[in-house]
């Protein structure tokens, strides 16, 4: 049983001084991007351009690949009507597949928290806040760079008419680019 215990600390130490010295866990950095939304309602298609910018951190395993990324986005969706400004909170499981310290590529996936800040009164009632599922891919270069892509779907309607029932949700398409520290 000690040379079992022993054989272990062995392999656990080599694997430990074969990690790069720069290998971090836990990274912080900032995120960016554009958003391209698509709402259609009636007879009414809308696609417009947004912005979304904030702080992000991602939490890695270094050999197994997995992680977990989460942000805190202000988040500019839609137009005219349908314009939404709010906080977005993605919080994705990553996987990431590296082809040496200067390229890796990743996938990702997870919930999206929306929480809407603009009270407008108007024919169209807004959703105050929303939960989504993301779904996205990209590529990490030279240990700090990210760029990538991902859509947002929510799981209910982003807007309702109200005097009815009728309602639509905001589909967003994201690209952006992420340093981190």
């Known amino acids: ?15 430990a001084i074969a990690m790069p010295a720069d290998a971090q866990l836990l990274k912080f950095g900032v995120k960016g991007g554009v958003n391209m939304s698509e ?3 009636r007879n009414i298609k809308d696609n417009s ?8 951190a991602e939490l890695t395993i270094p050999l197994a690949g997995l992680g977990v990324d989460a942000a805190v986005l202000y988040d500019q969706r839609g137009d005219h009507d349908y314009k939404q400004q ?5 919080v994705n499981l990553k996987y990431t597949i590296g082809l040496g310290s200067m390229l890796a590529f ?8 929306y929480f809407d ?19 996205g891919a990209g590529v990490k270069l030279f240990r700090h760079l990210q ?7 929510p799981f209910g309607d982003s807007f309702t008419l109200e005097d009815t029932r009728l309602g639509t949700k905001n589909k ?3 690209i952006g680019v992420a340093y981190m520290f």
């Open 147 to 153: 760029m990538g892509f991902a859509y947002n779907i």
């Open 49 to 56: 351009t947004g912005f979304y910018i904030g702080p992000m």
């Open 106 to 113: 990743y996938l990702a996936a997870g919930p999206d928290f």
């Open 1 to 15: 049983m000690k040379k079992v215990f022993g054989a272990l600390a062995v392999a656990l130490s080599c694997l």
């Open 172 to 174: 967003t398409w994201k």
């Open 86 to 90: 709010a906080f977005d909170i993605p």
């Open 39 to 41: 709402v259609t309602f």
């Open 117 to 135: 800040l603009k009270k407008e009164k108007n024919s169209l009632e807004r959703k105050r806040s929303q939960v989504g599922i993301n779904m």
